[in-house]
């Protein structure tokens, strides 16, 4: 089963996607004091990021986060909200 439309693959799009990781997300650039010591760490910081990104965070294209765009909520996320759905 594919979920692709391989006529629409694009290397743009990771690259953009790997460059807003590194911005946002400093401990997945070279040289950072901000490293991760245990796994389970990074892994809690990369799954924050993620979720602010999909619910907190309007992007331009879209006006809207993309968990509004997607169905799976009717407003906007406040950092708040976010923390205290994910403890």
Request: hydrophobic share 45%; net charge positive; proline share 2%.
């Amino acid at each position: 089963m594919v979920f692709f439309d391989p006529e629409m693959i694009c290397t743009s799009h990771v690259e953009r996607s790997n460059l807003s990781i590194r911005t946002f997300l400093r401990r997945m650039t070279r040289l950072c004091l901000g490293f991760s010591k245990k796994l389970e760490n990074l892994k809690a910081a990369v799954a924050l990021y993620f979720a602010h990104y999909n619910f907190c965070r309007i992007h331009g294209t879209l006006r809207v986060t993309p968990a509004m765009e997607a169905g799976l909520t009717d407003h906007i996320w406040t950092i708040n909200e976010l923390l205290l759905e994910t403890a």
